[in-house]
């Protein structure tokens, strides 16, 4: 087993720490996170927003229905909790409800539930946790395109679970729900760079530099570009 970044979970070389740095969003993230999703860390961006953010938490399993921690924080009365997830009954940043809410209770702090895995595991979390559709939903008040472009989910318009949360903070913020000061940018930083990472590996591997480990390499026969992103090192 060769070395990997106990923070970051990533090989020596492509350890992604120095690429962020730790803010609070004033917003606790607790990312449910499949086993399969835990195991899978070339393009998992969880445990990059739990590196990322204070205060976000990540609880692995698939029926958390007897889980003692979910189950405490969705019960504790210092949080708000939601479920980040889309639909037609969803709240955004810019819903009244949210605003009556938070203005009820105005110290309470808004315990953002996400599912962490891909589109398949996600399914799989929810058919198992029905209760959580119970909670109140939160979405966007726009629409995102993922940056994530070369993984394949279902569709285009996924956001990964680092992009769910880098734009709830921005609308949160727009909306006056969070500190105007508040800079989600780290995020954002470490995702482009995991991405130009992968990017590069798979490239090495087209190239034969790396050896086909993975099933279904057999579709990466293309180079392929690596955008010009502009990131920091901190
Ligand atoms: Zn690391």
């Known amino acids: 087993m060769s070395y990997r970044c106990p923070k ?3 090989t020596e070389q492509c350890c ?6 730790q ?7 607790v990312l ?4 399969k999703e835990s195991k899978k860390q070339r393009t998992g961006t969880g445990r990059l927003c739990k590196i990322s953010m204070k205060d976000c938490e990540i609880i692995e399993g698939i029926d958390f ?9 969705l019960n504790d009365s210092r949080y708000f909790p939601v479920l980040m997830y889309p639909g037609p009954d969803a709240m955004n940043a810019k819903s009244e409800k949210l605003k009556l809410q938070m203005k009820s209770n105005p110290k309470k702090k808004i315990l953002a539930i996400l599912i962490d895995g891909t589109w398949f595991c996600a399914r799989q979390i929810i058919n198992k ?3 959580l559709l119970n909670l109140n939903k939160m979405s966007f008040s726009k629409n995102y395109t993922s940056i994530f472009t070369f993984k394949k989910e279902p569709h ?3 956001l990964s679970t680092l992009e769910t949360c880098y734009y709830f903070i921005q609308e949160l913020k727009e909306n006056d729900f969070i500190n105007k000061n508040i800079n ?11 991405i130009k990472f992968q990017l590069q590996a798979e490239n090495e591997r087209v190239s034969g530099l790396r050896p086909n480990v993975h099933a279904g390499n057999f579709r990466y026969t293309k180079l392929k570009e690596i955008p010009d992103f502009k990131i920091e090192k901190y």
């Open 65 to 73: 229905s007897q889980n003692a921690r979910l189950q405490n924080l």
């Open 129 to 131: 946790n029905k209760y």
């Open 156 to 158: 285009p318009e996924c």
């Open 184 to 194: 989600p940018e780290p995020l954002m930083n470490v995702f482009k760079q995991m």
């Open 23 to 29: 803010f609070d969003p004033e917003v606790k993230f």
């Open 32 to 35: 449910l996170m499949h086993p």
């Open 8 to 10: 970051c979970f990533r």
């Open 16 to 21: 992604l720490c120095s690429y962020t740095k």
